[in-house]
């Protein structure tokens, strides 16, 4: 069982930053691609942005050239850096492990609340 624990949420005006930050409890954090997502009220959950082990990165449309996917295998992280927010970034933030390359499970974090407010 991997536990996922995020933290960098909050309240930010439009314009402004956040940099989210997922660290997982499992010790083959390399083998697992990891991935936020997210979930609007009354919408479903979609893809914000996913990093492979090997470093390959992907992107929403909606947030590409202001958010930024990001690990670290030492320290068992992944981020996102969020620039350029705007109010239609206000969600729930999941961050996800998804071993299915190398037989593992799929994981999910808790979620992390950010709020766009002017």
């Known amino acids: 069982q991997v536990q996922l624990v995020e933290s960098g949420g909050g309240l930010v005006q439009p314009g402004g930053s956040l940099r989210l930050s997922c660290a997982a409890s499992?010790?083959?954090?390399?083998?697992?691609?990891m991935g936020w997502y997210r979930r609007a009220p009354g919408n479903q959950r979609e893809l914000v942005a996913t990093?492979?082990?090997?470093?390959?990165?992907n992107y929403a449309d909606s947030v590409k050239g202001r958010f930024t996917i990001s690990r670290d295998n030492a320290k068992k992280t992944v981020y996102l850096q969020m620039n350029s927010l705007k109010p239609e970034d206000t969600a729930v933030y999941y961050c996800?492990?998804?071993?299915?390359?190398?037989?593992?499970?799929?994981?999910w974090g808790q979620g992390t609340q950010v709020t766009l407010s002017s």
């Open positions: 996800n492990a998804d071993g299915a390359r190398w037989a593992l499970g799929n994981y």
């Open positions: 990093v492979t082990s090997s470093g390959t990165t």
């Open positions: 499992t010790n083959r954090f390399n083998f697992y691609a």
